[in-house]
């Protein structure tokens, strides 16, 4: 059972262009949700995080709108520039055993052409 | 300061073989993960250490896979009768004590021949 729906799966955008990157969730346990962003042959890099108890969070030109009654939430990448171009993954987290087991959506392949 | 580090960066095996592949955290994160990321697909968590033990391994997907922290810090995660279905990225994260935040290591790209 996939616990973080995440769409689209590929995404061409032009520069100077918004990224939008949607993800939904169906585990009303889950409390943090956080964005990763990937660079081929590297691990994964925190890029923003958010609670439910706020609806928007932003940060530079990241920002992620939460939606808590529809239990979905999305990235959006503002002016986006070519060095954006990598793989970005919504997570969603809930405590067990004491420590942050993350759930992973499936990826969004992110393309900024100039 | 240094990252999260893993070794080997690729590894080749046989069907059948023994493999471990080590994890050093960020020196003085007591929190420890291990994931598992298939091919165009999100990581998938294995099994999270607080110090020494194991807190949770619920997503060992079975018994020829096991992981050991025994100082609490460098972690080793260990497959036994490895199949070409294990062939992956095995990545390790660690956090620091009360954040929320997980820094992941590059990974060890597995591949079972």
């Known amino acids: 059972q996939q616990q973080v729906k995440q769409s689209p799966q590929s995404l061409i955008v032009q520069k100077g262009g918004i990224s939008i990157i949607n993800c939904a969730y169906e585990?009303?346990?889950?409390?943090?949700f956080p964005w990763y962003q990937q660079f081929p042959g590297k691990g994964p890099a925190l890029l923003i995080a958010?609670?439910?108890?706020?609806s928007e969070k932003k940060e530079g030109r990241f920002t992620i709108s939460f939606n808590k009654s529809a239990k979905q939430f999305s990235l959006h990448i503002m002016d986006s520039q070519p060095g954006d171009s990598a793989t970005y993954f919504c997570a969603a987290r809930v405590v067990s055993g004491g420590g942050n087991k993350l759930t992973f959506g499936t990826g969004t392949q992110l393309k900024v052409e100039l | 300061g240094a990252g999260v580090s893993q070794t080997p960066s690729n590894k080749v095996t046989e069907k059948g073989k023994y493999v471990e592949l080590r994890c050093d955290p960020i020196s003085g994160h007591t929190a420890l993960y291990w994931y598992r990321q298939s091919l165009g697909q999100g990581p998938e968590f294995l099994i999270y250490f607080q110090g020494t033990g194991a807190a949770d391994d619920s997503g060992l997907p079975n018994d020829r896979f096991f992981a050991v922290r025994p100082e609490g810090s460098v972690s080793t995660l260990k497959i036994q009768r490895t199949e070409r279905g294990d062939s992956a990225v095995y990545l390790c994260?660690?956090?620091?004590?009360?954040?929320?935040?997980?820094?992941f290591g590059p990974g060890t790209r597995l591949t079972v021949l």
């Open positions: 585990n009303t346990a889950f409390d943090y």
């Open positions: 958010i609670r439910p108890d706020v």
């Open positions: 994260a660690s956090s620091a004590v009360g954040t929320d935040t997980q820094y």
